[in-house]
């Protein structure tokens, strides 16, 4: 007893000396198997978190005084990244068709299951951006599934604005391209003039150019390469559109794919190989099977999309949806990849460091480097396994979730006993 | 060699494979083999003439021709059996002209050509117990298939009386119009509530009766015979309500059925268990709004509270049978013991389907119904390497990529 006071007292009086020392505290997350995601997997090995960073991951000594949480034959892996996502939205779309001023920081519910489930599926980052049925459909936001307001979960404000190629009621494909390249254009002319305007020193009655710079600001944004846009390709086809639609403006682009991608692959490869060789520029839409019916042939024949991709050196970010079915999990998203041939590793980095680098943020998340934020799964076992769930999650160096305490999971499970 | 040497030994390899043909199974051995009933490490099935003619740990494989597969870090199951399925069903799956439609075969709308079975097939599902819709009181007669098409390409029928299908809850009665203000016709279709459910069974349950099986009209005959056992009873009923109702009119009518959905009978286990009532359970959903189907409440451990009750259960994907692996694998996440799960898609799917006697379970004398996996089959991870079904290879993956 005595000698432990001793202990006691001098590790009180060292913590003292610390400077800061909630900020400062080092956690040290020990377990079986930790994937890193960016190399190899380190085995038995430790990851040090201090001031919500990553300091080190490897085989270790512990420094004294961290604080330890073993996880026995538990496995690490960055928290899942989703690239695109309509969690906590009551609506995936406006109704007005070109709404590039709308954004969902207006419209996200920090309080809404969706966004709730989000850590107990492991998702650490999400692009919350609207949904494909627009033209141009306003702004996306970078957000932590994390805080009373949104404010609080903010990662970044202006992340992508989304476009859209699926025609939207009574347009065509063609008109709906018209109608996005028309938009663009009148942005640019409108400040044009308004630039003419201001420069004569002339303001028409009625004018409020605030007004309109509010209106148009996205836009701008976009074309002067401030603001990514986020394009929705569901066919093939639209993935050359989406292409051309981006260079002729010279607009920074990120696409995401429908299940007919297969076919475009020799395509988005070149685009891919041209842009450099951490690029990620393709998020798949969560169906990665579809059924392909040649009407010449007549035949039908089930084409994989995921491992397709993959063959042809196509990288991605698997996407999951807000369903009710298995593609609502990250895990199973890449569990479904594997069984379509996409190597363990590839897969894993499909939910974590590429959706990272495809949201352009791969400098802070998606894999457990020095440095970065650290955003860490504890799981009960390997991450794309279906027995295994998340243990607990840490969030910027905070444990954020914790299964023993999630009410909800159990209610999820036993039903709701009391009627 | 000369020329008639080398036709002699041509025609003689053209007779042992015939053009276009698949050479025969003769056996399949894997690391682990779960026969239905246990798991054997290593396993071997032997198969002779479409059917399983010997299952070992270790058993020799005879000489002789036919394609032998040797696989030892695979592991194989049974042929999975999804017990409640539409998959495959051309068009509308329920007949909405009336609410009552008994001798309505859901066999003649199968086509097993179509995307949706071969997408099951290559899941490593080889027989559906095929029904009608739900949208009607009385839906009609189910079959057991298999997902791969018979040689000349007609379904391959395990037995085509498998079940008469009965709806309770709300799916007959939603969308229908009240009769009065509207004439009599097929546009009004009676029951608009669940009392009416009821009434509209009753009627159609004793006038079958009534007619007895060798009624000249298909309709009345086909419920006699339900009514008379000569067919088993099939229902679907998803709410504590409805779960409560089928053990209330199954001692007034008569019937056993084994019921389907049952998305509520975590609630009422013990009554089902009492009651000896099998349950056909899923799909399972991810309570997204928070409800489940029907409004129901849902529990994700519903089939292992079921089970834990005594309650005999198979797991079903519904229309997409392609996702039941998933049912199960799901299952099993969210407390089902891995063992039950996996006999609830093959052996115990066969048993509530009523073709114990010839799949679901590699045993002698079985059809050679089997599928081969690279990992866990309860891994969604894993891939299908090898569906057999009669003893013939219908799906290898290397030949798909």
């Known amino acids: 007893v005595r000698k432990e006071t001793i202990v006691l007292a001098a590790a009180l009086v060292l913590f003292a000396a610390l400077p800061a020392p909630a900020e400062e505290e080092v956690l040290a997350v020990k377990a079986r198997r930790i994937l890193v995601v960016s190399g190899p997997p380190v085995e038995d090995g430790v990851v040090l978190v201090r001031g919500g960073k990553i300091e080190a991951v490897g085989k270790m000594e512990i420094p004294p005084l961290a604080r330890v949480i073993d996880l026995g034959d538990g496995w690490v892996c960055p928290g899942f990244v989703e690239a695109h996502s309509q969690a906590g939205l009551d609506r995936g779309n406006e109704q007005q068709p070109v709404v590039p001023f709308a954004s969902t920081l207006d419209s996200l519910d920090p309080s809404a299951p969706a966004i709730e489930d989000q850590l107990r599926e492991g998702v650490t980052t999400l692009l919350v951006i609207p949904g494909n049925d627009t033209q141009i459909g306003g702004q996306g936001i970078l957000v932590k599934p994390r805080g009373r307001t949104v404010e609080e979960m903010l990662v970044r404000r202006s992340a992508g604005l989304k476009i859209s190629l699926e025609p939207v009621r009574n347009s065509s494909r063609a008109g709906q391209l018209a109608a996005i390249r028309k938009a663009m254009k009148d942005a640019a002319d409108s400040r044009d003039a308004a630039d003419r305007r201001r420069s004569d020193g002339a303001t028409a009655a009625g004018d409020a150019p605030e007004m309109d710079d509010a209106r148009r600001q996205a836009l701008l944004d976009l074309l002067d390469g401030r603001l990514p846009a986020v394009i929705y390709a569901p066919l093939a086809m639209d993935a050359r559109n989406a292409f051309a639609l981006a260079d002729e403006r010279k607009i920074k682009a990120r696409f995401v794919l429908g299940p007919d991608a297969w076919r475009a692959a020799a395509l988005l490869r070149a685009r891919q190989d041209a842009a450099g060789p951490d690029a990620v520029l393709y998020a798949l839409d969560p169906v990665l099977e579809v059924i392909d019916r040649d009407e010449d042939q007549d035949a039908e024949t089930i084409r994989e999309v995921a491992g397709m991709l993959h063959r042809a050196g196509v990288r991605f970010a698997l996407t999951s949806d807000e369903g009710g079915g298995p593609s609502r999990y990250p895990w199973y998203q890449a569990a479904t990849a594997v069984r379509q041939g996409v190597p363990r590793q590839d897969a894993l980095k499909a939910v974590t460091l590429d959706p990272a680098r495809f949201l352009g943020i791969a400098d802070r998340v998606g894999s457990i480097e020095k440095g970065k934020d650290a955003n860490l799964l504890l799981l009960t076992g390997d991450p794309l396994s279906s027995a295994t769930w998340v243990d607990r999650v840490i969030l910027e160096g905070e444990v954020v979730y914790d299964r023993k305490d999630d009410r909800k999971l159990k209610r999820l499970i036993e039903g709701e006993k009391a009627k | ?401």
């Open chain 2, 1 to 401: 060699m000369n020329d008639t040497v080398r036709l002699l030994a041509v025609s003689l390899a053209l007779a042992l494979v015939p053009a276009g043909e698949p050479e025969p199974l003769k056996a399949v051995r894997v690391g682990h083999l779960f026969t239905g009933k246990e798991v054997l490490s290593p396993g071997v099935v032997l198969f002779e003439k479409g059917k399983i003619s010997a299952v070992g740990r270790d058993l020799p494989i005879p000489a002789g021709p036919g394609r032998v597969v040797d696989l030892p870090d695979a592991f194989a199951t049974p042929g999975l059996v999804d017990a409640a399925s539409t998959t495959g069903l051309a068009g509308p799956d329920s007949e909405m002209t009336r609410e009552v439609t008994p001798c309505v075969r859901a066999l003649r709308a199968f086509d097993p050509s179509s995307g949706e079975v071969r997408r099951a097939l290559r899941s490593g599902v080889t027989t559906l117990f095929l029904e009608p819709g739900s949208a009607s009181v009385v839906g009609g007669i189910a079959s057991v298939v298999k997902t791969a098409p018979g040689p000349d390409g007609a379904p391959r029928v395990v037995r085509a009386d498998a079940a008469l299908r009965l709806s309770f809850g709300s799916d007959p009665s939603a969308g229908n119009f009240p009769a009065h203000g509207i004439p009599q016709s097929i546009y009004a279709r009676r029951p608009t509530t669940r009392m009416g459910v009821l009434a509209v069974l009753r009627d159609a349950w004793i006038l079958g009766r009534a007619a007895g099986t060798g009624s000249g009209d298909a309709d009345l005959a086909a419920m006699a015979r339900a009514a008379a056992g000569e067919i088993p009873v099939r229902t679907l009923a998803r709410t504590e309500e409805d779960l409560g109702t089928v053990l209330r009119v199954k001692g007034d009518l008569g019937f056993s059925p084994v019921v389907e959905g049952v998305a509520e009978g975590w609630k009422m286990a013990d009554r089902l268990a009492k009651a000896k009532v099998p349950c056909v359970v899923g799909p399972l959903s991810y309570p997204v709004s928070g409800r489940g189907i029907e409004w129901s409440d849902p529990a994700m451990d519903n089939a292992g509270a079921l089970h834990r009750a005594g309650v005999r259960i198979a797991l079903t994907a519904g229309g997409n049978s392609a996702g039941l692996r998933d049912q199960a694998s799901l299952a099993v996440r969210w407390g089902l013991p891995r063992e039950v799960a996996l006999r609830a898609v093959t052996a115990e799917a066969a048993e509530l389907s009523g073709v114990g006697a010839r799949v679901g379970t590699l045993e002698k004398g079985l059809d050679g119904d089997l599928v081969v996996f690279d990992g866990d089959p309860l891994e969604p991870s894993s891939r299908v390497r090898l569906v057999v079904v009669d003893g013939e290879a219908a799906y290898e993956s290397e030949a798909s990529r």
